[in-house]
């Protein structure tokens, strides 16, 4: 796997927020600990192994387990088909990575609020908090990390140089834009089922904001059918998965060493080439993406009516104290108006129509 970019700087971060701890006041050192952890987990950079299915099933089970209210919203996206659209490669993007951050910068100052482009530009720094790696590594196309110490954003790229490069990049720094308003170390741990739905909702509206520019239109409103298409084929396979944690479930008398019984019996007894097909695309890791989307297809349906409105309810968004338990977060959600999954197939119809003008 490869090193991060600015991994360099973030051990000399380490050292110096050590040292500022010593004399730091009650507030400070929260904000110090949370960082110095985030420095930590990366620098470790701690992946847990996994050596069999017995293994995937069991974290999947512990995890997906956890959010079990929300699995019916997978199940509405996995009856979504779009079988009569034949699936187009994503757009190629022909230009070079400071062309790239220009149009990423454009959409930010262009197509959002004052208030959100000072946040982009905040993070952003004059290009300095992006990076883009040189070789091709597949299991890194974009991710980033932010330090709520010194209020410091990281994005790293792996450019695919397909139009999705300029749409992964408005989602990354909408990780930025949320967590510089509003951080706790709650939100990638009881709440990271919720923690995609900021930054996946900037990917799409950078979409439309070029799908209203004759040069990318087409790419654009392909890139955004490619990506719900690729959401709706996750969530079956992760009902299918569901499926399978059903039957190896266990009641609230059972321990966990009944759980890796029925477990082992069914990897043993299953059909291992439908096994694989299932599991080996590791369906649990699109779970908070699926979930992200039900509530972001809500908001993006408002903003084509109303951008103003679902500016003001993203605002609302962002500001949920991250605190809450994951129910109560959501119930604050739909507090808002916003129910997941309520308009799917009128978003769905949409992108359809969308892509039969330009097809
Ligand atoms: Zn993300």
Not at 176 to 189: D, E, R
Not at 217 to 222: D, L, M, Q, T, Y
């Amino acid at each position: 796997m490869q090193r991060n970019p600015y991994n360099r700087e973030l051990k000399e971060k380490l050292k110096i927020f050590k040292k500022l701890r010593e004399n730091a006041t009650w507030e400070e050192k929260e904000l110090l600990d949370a960082s110095i952890d985030i420095i930590l987990d990366i620098l470790k950079s701690k992946s847990i192994k996994i050596r069999n299915y017995q293994d995937q099933l069991l974290l999947d089970y512990n995890f997906l387990t956890l959010y079990k209210y929300l699995w019916s919203l997978v199940n509405d996206i996995s009856k979504i088909t779009n079988d009569d659209i034949t699936s187009i490669p994503y757009p190629q993007l022909n230009v070079d990575n400071k062309e790239l951050i220009g149009l990423v910068h454009d959409f930010f100052k262009n197509g959002t609020t004052k208030e959100i482009f000072e946040l982009f530009c905040k993070l952003y720094k004059e290009r300095k908090s992006l990076y883009f790696l040189k070789s091709q590594d597949p299991t890194i196309y974009a991710n980033s990390l932010y330090l709520p110490y010194d209020e410091s954003f990281y994005v790293q790229m792996s450019r695919k140089n397909e139009f999705n490069d300029i749409a992964i990049l408005a989602h990354e720094y909408g990780h930025g834009i949320h967590l510089l308003s509003n951080f706790s170390p709650n939100l990638y741990n009881n709440l990271i089922v919720y923690s995609e739905i900021v930054s996946m909702f900037f990917e799409l509206i950078c979409s439309d904001y070029y799908s209203k520019i004759k040069e990318f239109e087409k790419s654009a409103i392909v890139t955004q059918f490619e990506t719900w298409d690729m959401i709706t084929e996750n969530a079956k396979n992760l009902f299918q998965e569901f499926s399978v944690l059903s039957i190896v479930d266990i009641n609230k008398f059972q321990s966990e060493g009944d759980l890796i019984k029925n477990i082992d019996s069914f990897v043993n007894s299953a059909n291992q080439r439908e096994l694989s097909d299932l599991l080996d695309c590791r369906p649990s890791e699109d779970f908070i993406y699926i979930i992200a989307q039900s509530i972001v297809i809500e908001l993006y349906m408002i903003y084509l009516n109303d951008s103003e409105k679902a500016f003001y309810l993203l605002k609302k968004i962002i500001d949920i104290d991250l605190n809450l338990p994951p129910q109560v977060y959501l119930s604050e959600i739909n507090k808002l108006g916003i129910n997941p999954n309520q308009n799917i197939d009128e978003y769905n119809m949409h992108l359809k129509r969308e892509l039969k003008k330009i097809l």
